[in-house]
């Protein structure tokens, strides 16, 4: 079993930053790919980012393409935490963002078969 926290939400302005974090419980964190995942009002939830477990013959980072060049996502196992550094933020980056665990693959994982989920974090860009 694992359990996701995520911080670091907020409010920023047009062409700002934001780091967000995703504590993990359980000595099993270093085995799960992690991910981010945002939901915007009215949508679907869509991937962001995903980072391989630690172990991987081929590790790998996966972007989105609305993200890549501008998103960072990073994972110190030592602390059980994923981050996602968030650059020149857009309005419309403007979403609840999730982090999520899975055996798989997160960006070809079908949203409802994903393993673990936070609980989400509020981000609000501001023109």
């Known amino acids: 079993q694992v359990q996701l926290v995520e911080s670091g939400g907020g409010l920023v302005q047009a062409g700002g930053s934001l780091r967000l974090s995703c504590a993990a419980s359980?000595?099993?964190?270093?085995?799960?790919?992690m991910g981010w995942f945002r939901q915007a009002p009215g949508k679907e939830r869509e991937f962001v980012a995903a980072?391989?477990?630690?172990?991987?013959?081929?590790?790998?980072?996966d972007y989105s393409g609305s993200v890549k060049g501008r998103f960072t996502i990073s994972r110190d196992n030592a602390k059980n935490t994923v981050y996602l550094q968030m650059n020149s933020l857009k309005p419309e980056d403007t979403a609840v963002y999730y982090c999520?665990?899975?055996?798989?693959?997160?960006?070809?994982?079908?949203?409802?078969?994903?393993?673990?989920w936070g609980q989400g974090t509020q981000v609000t860009v501001s023109s």
């Open positions: 980072i391989s477990r630690s172990g991987d013959s081929i590790g790998y980072v």
């Open positions: 999520a665990a899975d055996s798989s693959r997160l960006r070809v994982v079908p949203v409802g078969n994903i393993d673990y």
């Open positions: 359980g000595r099993t964190f270093s085995s799960y790919n």
